[in-house]
């Protein structure tokens, strides 16, 4: 019951609605990586379930639940949040950033830097790394190495790559970018 009190004050408060109980499945649109996407989601959805399975946008990882892996890290109104525990209608009129939108046929810099100095091995952190170095950087584009390693450490990297990790974000503060 407090479950669908919470998902009713938050569709709410996001869309300038009256009060809307939701049960079941419910179709609401994402705006993700600036598309408009009809999706169907129940009170329980995660974002991340979204953006996998019904969108087959599978970068951010389902590695851990309570977001202590940073793995499932997305851009929600240009802030990074593991989207493993966010709820998908927590996200109606919130844009959301993938981190395929820094790829195709021009990568964002942070990618192509990653690239570069090799920041990845097994690569199941990498892209809530890639994500979350993005969204460092743009609030801090002259980081040093230690606020950029401050700056990251809510992802965890298993393989422990950091040090490519730290190389390839130090690369995109000295270019610029
Ligand atoms: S490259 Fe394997 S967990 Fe980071």
Same mark, same amino acid.
């Given at each position: 019951m407090a479950?669908?009190?919470?998902?009713q004050?938050?569709?709410?408060?996001?869309?300038?609605t009256a009060?809307?109980?939701i049960s079941?499945?419910?179709?609401?649109?994402?705006?993700?990586n600036?598309?408009?996407?009809?999706?169907?989601?129940?009170? *329980?959805?995660?974002?991340?379930?979204?953006?996998?399975?019904?969108?087959?946008?599978?970068?951010?990882?389902?590695?851990?639940?309570d977001?202590?892996?940073?793995?499932?890290?997305?851009?929600?109104?240009?802030?990074?949040?593991?989207?493993?525990?966010?709820?998908a209608?927590?996200c109606?009129g919130?844009?959301?950033?993938?981190?395929e939108?820094?790829?195709?046929d021009?990568?964002?810099?942070?990618p192509a830097?990653?690239?570069? !100095?090799?920041a990845?091995?097994? +690569?199941?952190?990498?892209? +809530?790394?890639?994500?979350?170095?993005?969204?460092?950087?743009d609030? !801090?584009? *002259?980081?040093?190495?230690?606020?950029?390693?401050?700056?990251?450490?809510?992802?965890?990297?298993?393989? +422990?790559?950091?040090a490519?990790?730290?190389?390839?974000?130090i690369?995109?503060?000295?270019g610029?970018?």
């Amino acid at each position: 019951m407090a479950a669908a009190t919470a998902v009713q004050t938050q569709l709410a408060a996001q869309q300038g609605t009256a009060s809307k109980v939701i049960s079941g499945v419910t179709k609401v649109t994402l705006t993700i990586n600036g598309k408009e996407q009809a999706v169907s989601v129940e009170p *329980r959805t995660t974002l991340l379930d979204v953006l996998r399975y019904q969108l087959d946008l599978t970068g951010a990882k389902p590695v851990s639940m309570d977001s202590s892996s940073g793995a499932s890290t997305v851009l929600v109104d240009d802030q990074p949040m593991s989207a493993s525990s966010l709820l998908a209608v927590a996200c109606v009129g919130k844009k959301i950033r993938t981190v395929e939108s820094l790829g195709g046929d021009k990568p964002d810099a942070v990618p192509a830097a990653f690239v570069a !100095h090799d920041a990845q091995q097994c +690569g199941f952190c990498t892209p +809530g790394f890639v994500v979350a170095v993005r969204a460092f950087l743009d609030k !801090h584009p *002259r980081a040093t190495e230690e606020e950029i390693r401050k700056g990251l450490n809510g992802n965890i990297c298993r393989c +422990g790559t950091y040090a490519n990790i730290i190389q390839a974000a130090i690369a995109v503060v000295k270019g610029g970018k």
